[in-house]
Structures are given as C-alpha cells and as structure tokens.
C-alpha cells in the first residue's frame, strides 16, 4: 500500500515518481530510449500512472550467484564450480580508475542526478531526432535494477525473456524500483553492486571475475586502459570482446578513455598515452567445474555436488536445493584427504592404464567416523577418449556407472559374520564338497523358503578343493560349498539382517534378493559400499554411514553463515567378538590364503579377495584397525573377460583377486598410512582342526568362486550336512540338514573347477 502524508494523498516522494515516471513514458516514446519504434514493438499504452501506482513497493536485491570452492580435509582447494563465475567485493577492493571508468562510459552524470536523468532524457530526445539514432538514457541505477531482474531469472530462458522485454511497462517498472534503490542505498553501493552483477563476457559476472579472466589479477590492481576496456565490454560483450576481435575491443576501451577525459576524471596527455599502449592482455581460461579437481578428485567432487542436491539437510525439494547450489558462494570442506588421495592415485597409474580394456576403481574409508578419504579410478574424469564422467566408485543415484559390480567372495565374510551373531563357532565345520546343488529348501525372512528348483550346482574353484573344512580353513581358501551350506544352516534372514545392518544394498539402492547365492556376490554392490561394511569390521562392529563433508560456509550479501551438513550415523552391526573373529579370519586370508599378495608388513591388516563369473570382476577389499579400501578392477560394461589380458602393461594369463586388484590395494594402503599409526587387531585364536593339513589344499593363488550356477548331477561318496541332533563335538558342527539330497546323490571327482563351470568369487 501507498504511504499517505497525514492529510492525505501522496507523499513527496511518490509525487516525484508519478511525475517522472509519466516524464521517462513521454520520453521514451520520443527519444526510443534506445529502443526501435514503438509501433515496430507492439509497445501497448500500458505503464501508465496508475500503473505506476500499482507497482509493489516491496523490490528486495538478490543474492548474486557466486562461485563455489571445494577444499579437502586440509583446506587446499581441490576445484571451484559456479553458475556464475563471480566473486562479490566491497568497492574499496575496486580500483578507482574502474569506478570512474564505468561511470563515465556509463553514466556520466551519475553523482549529480537521482534514479532517472531527466537532461539525459532530453539529450537523447534531442540527438535521436537530429540522427535518427538511438541513443539510450538509462542510469546506472535503472541498469542495476534490470539486472536484478536477470539475475533473478537465473536460466529459466521465459523469466530471462521477461526480465529484458523490450516494452514501456518494463521501463517504468525499473523507475519505481530504480527511485527506492536511490533512497535505500545511496550511490557508492549502487555502484558496488552494479560492479559485481554486471556481465563482461566470457562467463565473467562481475568486476573481480573479468579482471581475473582478462588479466589474471584482482580488480584491485586493474590499471587505466585495463579498467577502460572492461568498462567498455559491458554495453555489448560479444561485440567487444577483446579475446575474439581485439581491433574492436581496442576502439571501444579509446572510446571510454576519451569520455574519462571529457569528464575531467583523466587529464587529455593520460589520455591519450594509455589508447597508445597495448591491451595487455593475460587471458586465464574459465576453470569450471569438477573436471578441474587436482589429484584426480573429479569423482569424488561431483560425489560431493551430488550428496548436496540430493540430501534433504540443504532443502527440502530437490528444486530447493538446486536453487542453493546454483547460487554458490559456498566454501565445502570435505573429508578428502590429500595423502590419501595422491595414493590412490599413484597406484592405479602404476597397475592399471587407462586405455587398457579394464578400468580399476578405489575407495578409502575410515572406520569409526564413515569419512571418505579417497576416491579414484584409472579412466580420468572428462569425455575425451578414455575418459568418462561415470563414477565406478559409487551407487547409480550417486552417478555410478549402472548398478556396481559383482563382489565375488569379498562377500563372504558378511556370511560368516551373520553365523558368528547366531551363535555358530569360529570352528564351524562343513563338509564342502568340491561340487554340489545349492542346499534346498531354504528359510528366509518370509513365509515361503527357496528352493533349488532348477538342480542349480555351485562348484569350487580348484577339483582338488573338497572338505571337511572349517570356517578359518574356508574363508583363507574361499571354498564356495562351504558358504552356501553355511547360508542352509542359519538360513537366509540373518544374513539380511546383518547385511542391513553393514549399510550394504546393491548399486541401485535395492535390497539383495533373498537366494544362497548371494554369499558367492552375484549381485552389484558399489566399491564405497564395501569398504564402509569393511570398516564395521575394522571399528570393532560399528558401522557408520559414509560422508563427505565436514562443514559448508556461504557468502551472501557480504555476510558469511554456516549452513547444516549430513552427519555420520553410528551404530552396532555386530558385537565386538565376532567383529574380532571376522578380523582375525581375514588376517589368515593375507598371511596363508588368497590374499597373500596384498598384505602389508609393517602394520595389522585383513583382507578378501574376490573374482567373479567368467573373471569379469576381480576385487580386494581390506582394511587397517584406521583405514578401509576397497579395490574393484573390471570392465564397466561387463563385456570383458579378464583371461589372456594385458592391464598395466603386464600380462595375464587369468585374473585373480589378490593378483591385479591386491598389489593396487597394498600400494595405495601404504602410501595413506605414511606417518600414521598402526594400531592392532584383538586378534582371537582359532585353533586349526586335527585333519591331514594338506588335504583339500589349493595353489593357494585363486579366491574359489561360484558362478552362473551352472546346472548338472554331481557324482561322489561324501553325504553333506549329517549330524545327530547338530550337536557339537570339540566345536566341530555338522548341522542337521535343512534340505533334501537326490536318491542316490554322491560325491565324487570333478573336473568342474574351470572357467566354464560357475561364477568365480
């Protein structure tokens, strides 16, 4: 509503600007403020003053979009992104020599009129009508409103249309709200704003911006003939931009010195010695966005801009929080740590290239707190040849690649962990055939249990590889029968639960389907998914959700506020005896099992390995009682067979876990762990069973894997999963069978542990 005096009617101030707004009407129609004719506009009579009247008191300055800067977890910058590429100054970091340069060219008359120029008007009147030109009128202030309009719009192309309309209504629209800047601001911070929200090409918004792209220095040091030519880009940046047509550029930054000395702002002789000089031109090319992340941080960057318009902590609609991170000024400490990273980096460079047929993924964990410390891939981030924006590291929603990757018998230990919860001993003992059916029937959580029925058979990787075995025995070797007889026992439930628990889901956010084979890692889970279940192990049993950010600061209207972030959730996922079981299981695989080539030998550290159906996956996940990582090497597309390969210029004859994904998560483990501290497991005894040590001993260099569950009839002498009662023995059990053998059903010989017989863990 409209301030009334006591005695009614209108006040002083809307009395001017009723006056002058029918004033800039009559003379926009006459001078065309620097616009074509009104008939050829379809300009309506409309901005009359009682539409003046009718316009909102209520014009608020918007936030400029600002760039927003990436750090890691010690402050160095890891990439700036930005809508708009600008950085907000007080004027007094402007140089003076730019404050004049924009006014004379500009608004020469800006410190003697109010919001409209009324001699500038009738000047433009004047010459137009003599010309037949169209010189404009606007002030400064009128400039600045227009680009509030603008800005406001943001990338919407309709609000942008709207907000630059060629019509008298607009006009008078931006002399209502040009009179209240005039009052509200005064003229140095018009000019200040004016500074910072105006467009000087080349993605530059903003003074400090342009002096940064055109001259690589901030715009406190811009010198004379540099501050004409920015000043001279802003009428028309495409026209004048000196990177692309400098003879035009240099004509207009003349031009401007020449009004400077008109206006008395420069003496004749400065003048004319700056047109004399050079441009001087020192170009810094735009450096947007995460393809400009050091230390190959570019996954883990985008992570970061995915995690913030994803999580309801920044808005509560995904429009909301867009609405945020395009307005940038934000200052993201993350939890990337730079050793961490550069390691990563280092070993995937020196084991895997990328224009090999095979990419390599890995991500760094710290157990207790979900930090993510590192994250990095073979093929760089980008879309030139062998580059790709796809992050293998992470789930689809993330921006992974499809829907992770098959873990192969990395899964295993989530099994193992599920049968320790239920009480089963560290010395659980299964007869693990070299062959069999999958157990059937089998519980889940539901009313109705699996059923093999289509005889589907799950093999071991080597035909020498058949029990009785123990859990130590089996996990350090990998024996696929032992696990799915191990899933039969304890039925599937706990171990969805226990998965549940550990965070894990497959790499399109859905649960795991409830099928043995899920302890053979049929299914896709993403590397971050596993070396965050991992740490549980390493934290003793306590799983903590994944972060990347520590703390978010925001620049807005030169005032800095702190802004909430996704916390880690802690919680227990196993007790503290059989996460220490669990660990020191996996400290066998490195020491004596498939592992071996990935362990480290200064400090404590477990690990499994895994390789996948027709070794389309190889993988190593392990950890330090301070660190977990998780190594993923295969093709993204699923197509290739890592047999007869060549990956980091060394060749292959087939892939193992601990062979190609083992060393990269030796190397990288070591160079995170320069310098820190190495503390130990609670290691418990198991002891080893009293049996023929070597019987059933593998080549001790494959992770025994599962597969297609390939269909056939076994042959053999051994009967599985016969106890009295499943009673135990010296705790030695054999559980009481929960599923029906063939009649007739024997275990013998099989030549079934190739390539072609199963899916490899």
Same mark, same amino acid.
């Given at each position: 509503?409209?301030?009334?005096?006591?005695?009614?009617?209108?006040?002083?101030? =809307?009395?001017? %600007?009723?006056?002058?707004? #029918?004033?800039?009407?009559?003379?926009?129609?006459?001078?065309?403020?620097?616009?074509?004719?009104?008939?050829?506009?379809?300009?309506?009579?409309?901005?009359?003053?009682?539409?003046?009247?009718?316009?909102?008191?209520?014009? /608020?300055?918007?936030?400029?979009? &600002?760039?927003?800067?990436?750090?890691?977890?010690?402050?160095? =910058?890891?990439?700036?992104?930005?809508?708009?590429?600008?950085?907000?100054?007080?004027?007094?970091?402007?140089?003076?020599?730019?404050?004049?340069?924009?006014?004379?060219?500009?608004?020469?008359?800006?410190?003697?009129?109010?919001?409209?120029?009324?001699?500038?008007?009738?000047?433009?009147?004047?010459?137009?009508?003599?010309?037949?030109?169209?010189?404009?009128?606007?002030?400064?202030?009128? &400039?600045?409103?227009?680009?509030?309009?603008?800005?406001?719009?943001?990338?919407?192309?309709?609000? #942008?249309?709207?907000?630059?309309? &060629?019509?008298?209504?607009?006009?008078?629209?931006?002399?209502?709200?040009?009179?209240?800047?005039?009052?509200?601001?005064?003229?140095?911070?018009?000019?200040?704003?004016?500074?910072?929200?105006?467009?000087?090409?080349?993605?530059?918004?903003?003074?400090?911006?342009? %002096?940064?792209?055109?001259?690589?220095?901030?715009?406190?040091?811009?010198?004379?003939?540099?501050?004409?030519?920015?000043?001279?880009?802003?009428? $028309?940046?495409?026209?004048?931009?000196?990177?692309?047509?400098?003879?035009?550029?240099?004509?207009?930054?003349?031009?401007?010195?020449?009004?400077?000395?008109?206006?008395?702002?420069?003496?004749?002789?400065?003048?004319?010695? %700056?047109?004399?000089?050079?441009?001087?031109?020192?170009?810094?090319?735009? /450096?947007?966005?995460?393809?400009?992340?050091?230390?190959?941080?570019?996954?883990?960057?985008?992570?970061?801009?995915?995690?913030?318009? $994803?999580?309801?902590?920044?808005?509560?609609?995904?429009?909301?929080?867009? /609405?945020?991170?395009?307005?940038?000024?934000?200052?993201?400490?993350?939890?990337?740590?730079?050793?961490?990273?550069?390691?990563?980096?280092?070993?995937?460079?020196?084991?895997?290239?990328?224009?090999?047929?095979?990419?390599?993924?890995?991500?760094?964990?710290?157990?207790?707190?979900?930090?993510?410390?590192?994250?990095?891939?073979?093929?760089?981030?980008?879309?030139?040849?062998?580059?790709?924006?796809?992050?293998?590291?992470?789930?689809?929603?993330?921006?992974?690649?499809?829907?992770?990757?098959?873990?192969?018998?990395?899964?295993?230990?989530?099994? %193992?962990?599920?049968?320790?919860?239920?009480?089963?001993?560290?010395?659980?003992?299964?007869?693990?055939?070299?062959?069999?059916?999958?157990?059937?029937?089998?519980?889940?959580?539901?009313?109705?249990?699996?059923?093999?029925?289509?005889?589907?058979? #799950?093999?071991?990787?080597?035909?020498?590889?058949?029990?009785?075995? &123990?859990?130590?025995?089996?996990?350090?070797?990998?024996?696929?029968?032992?696990?799915?007889?191990?899933?039969?026992?304890?039925?599937?439930?706990?171990?969805?639960?226990?998965?549940?628990?550990?965070?894990?889901?497959?790499?399109?956010?859905?649960?795991?389907?409830?099928?043995?084979?899920?302890?053979?890692?049929?299914?896709?889970?993403?590397?971050?998914?596993?070396?965050?279940?991992?740490?549980?192990?390493?934290?003793?049993?306590?799983?903590?959700?994944?972060?990347?950010?520590?703390?978010?600061?925001?620049?807005?209207?030169?005032?800095?506020?702190?802004?909430?972030?996704?916390?880690?959730?802690?919680?227990?996922?196993?007790?503290? =005896?059989?996460?220490?079981?669990?660990?020191?299981?996996?400290?066998?695989?490195?020491?004596?099992?498939?592992?071996?080539?990935?362990?480290?030998?200064?400090?404590?550290?477990?690990?499994?390995?895994?390789?996948?159906?027709?070794?389309?996956?190889?993988?190593?996940?392990?950890?330090?009682?301070?660190?977990?990582?998780?190594?993923?090497?295969?093709?993204?597309?699923?197509?290739?067979?890592?047999?007869?390969?060549?990956?980091?210029?060394?060749?292959?004859?087939?892939?193992?876990?601990?062979?190609?994904?083992?060393?990269?998560?030796?190397?990288?483990?070591?160079?995170?762990?320069?310098?820190?501290?190495?503390?130990?497991?609670?290691?418990?005894?198991?002891?080893?069973?009293?049996?023929?040590?070597?019987?059933?001993?593998?080549?001790?260099?494959?992770?025994?894997?599962?597969?297609?569950?390939?269909?056939?009839?076994?042959?053999?002498?051994?009967?599985?999963?016969?106890?009295?009662?499943?009673?135990?023995?010296?705790? #030695?059990?054999?559980?009481?069978?929960?599923?029906?053998?063939?009649?007739?059903?024997?275990?013998?010989?099989?030549?079934?542990?190739?390539?072609?017989?199963?899916?490899?863990?």
């Amino acid at each position: 509503m409209p301030k009334k005096r006591s005695g009614g009617g209108l006040s002083p101030t =809307q009395q001017a %600007a009723k006056f002058l707004g #029918v004033s800039v009407l009559a003379g926009a129609v006459m001078a065309g403020i620097a616009l074509p004719a009104a008939g050829a506009l379809g300009l309506a009579a409309k901005g009359s003053v009682q539409g003046f009247d009718d316009i909102p008191d209520n014009l /608020k300055s918007p936030s400029l979009s &600002q760039r927003t800067t990436i750090l890691d977890s010690k402050g160095g =910058q890891i990439a700036t992104v930005y809508s708009r590429d600008r950085t907000v100054l007080d004027l007094k970091d402007i140089s003076p020599s730019m404050q004049k340069a924009i006014v004379a060219i500009e608004d020469s008359r800006f410190y003697e009129h109010g919001a409209v120029d009324l001699k500038g008007i009738l000047r433009a009147v004047n010459q137009n009508a003599q010309n037949g030109g169209m010189q404009g009128a606007s002030t400064l202030t009128q &400039q600045l409103v227009k680009n509030y309009f603008v800005e406001e719009a943001g990338d919407d192309p309709t609000k #942008v249309a709207q907000a630059t309309q &060629q019509t008298i209504g607009r006009k008078i629209r931006e002399l209502k709200y040009a009179i209240q800047l005039e009052e509200k601001l005064g003229k140095k911070k018009i000019l200040e704003n004016y500074l910072n929200i105006t467009f000087f090409g080349e993605q530059a918004y903003g003074v400090e911006a342009a %002096a940064q792209r055109y001259f690589s220095k901030p715009a406190k040091d811009l010198n004379l003939q540099e501050s004409a030519l920015l000043a001279g880009i802003v009428q $028309s940046p495409s026209r004048y931009d000196p990177v692309n047509d400098e003879e035009e550029a240099t004509k207009r930054r003349n031009t401007v010195l020449q009004r400077m000395a008109e206006v008395h702002d420069i003496s004749q002789q400065q003048a004319d010695k %700056a047109k004399a000089a050079k441009l001087g031109l020192h170009v810094s090319r735009p /450096k947007n966005g995460c393809i400009t992340a050091v230390k190959g941080a570019g996954f883990f960057c985008k992570y970061v801009e995915n995690v913030f318009l $994803s999580d309801p902590v920044f808005g509560k609609t995904k429009e909301a929080r867009a /609405k945020v991170w395009n307005q940038g000024g934000l200052t993201i400490r993350t939890t990337l740590d730079p050793q961490s990273q550069a390691s990563i980096q280092t070993s995937i460079k020196d084991h895997v290239y990328k224009s090999d047929k095979v990419a390599a993924a890995a991500t760094l964990v710290e157990p207790g707190t979900g930090k993510i410390l590192g994250m990095g891939q073979s093929k760089p981030f980008g879309t030139g040849k062998n580059e790709t924006e796809y992050n293998y590291s992470v789930n689809y929603d993330m921006g992974g690649s499809n829907y992770g990757f098959p873990t192969g018998s990395t899964f295993k230990p989530f099994v %193992a962990a599920a049968a320790l919860e239920q009480g089963r001993p560290a010395t659980q003992e299964y007869s693990s055939p070299n062959k069999m059916p999958y157990p059937s029937p089998v519980q889940t959580c539901g009313s109705k249990p699996w059923t093999n029925q289509a005889n589907e058979q #799950v093999p071991n990787e080597s035909v020498d590889e058949k029990g009785p075995y &123990q859990l130590k025995e089996a996990m350090a070797k990998s024996v696929n029968t032992y696990f799915v007889q191990m899933i039969s026992d304890i039925g599937l439930c706990p171990v969805m639960n226990q998965i549940d628990k550990l965070g894990v889901v497959q790499g399109n956010g859905d649960k795991l389907p409830q099928v043995p084979s899920i302890a053979l890692g049929a299914k896709g889970i993403s590397p971050l998914t596993m070396a965050t279940a991992y740490a549980s192990f390493a934290s003793r049993g306590m799983y903590c959700t994944p972060i990347a950010i520590e703390s978010i600061s925001q620049q807005i209207g030169g005032h800095e506020k702190s802004l909430d972030v996704p916390k880690s959730t802690c919680s227990r996922a196993m007790s503290e =005896q059989t996460a220490d079981t669990v660990n020191s299981l996996l400290s066998g695989v490195i020491d004596s099992g498939t592992g071996q080539q990935a362990g480290l030998t200064d400090r404590a550290n477990a690990g499994k390995t895994g390789t996948t159906d027709e070794r389309k996956n190889a993988w190593f996940v392990g950890y330090t009682p301070n660190l977990s990582g998780a190594v993923w090497v295969g093709s993204a597309t699923q197509q290739v067979k890592m047999r007869s390969i060549q990956i980091g210029g060394v060749w292959h004859d087939k892939v193992y876990g601990g062979q190609v994904p083992g060393p990269i998560w030796r190397d990288l483990m070591t160079g995170a762990l320069v310098g820190k501290d190495a503390p130990s497991f609670n290691l418990i005894n198991i002891p080893d069973p009293e049996k023929d040590k070597d019987k059933g001993k593998g080549d001790g260099q494959d992770d025994g894997n599962n597969g297609r569950h390939g269909r056939g009839n076994g042959n053999g002498n051994t009967i599985l999963g016969t106890t009295i009662g499943g009673q135990s023995d010296g705790g #030695v059990v054999t559980p009481t069978p929960t599923f029906s053998l063939p009649e007739g059903w024997i275990q013998g010989n099989t030549n079934s542990g190739n390539d072609n017989g199963g899916q490899r863990n």
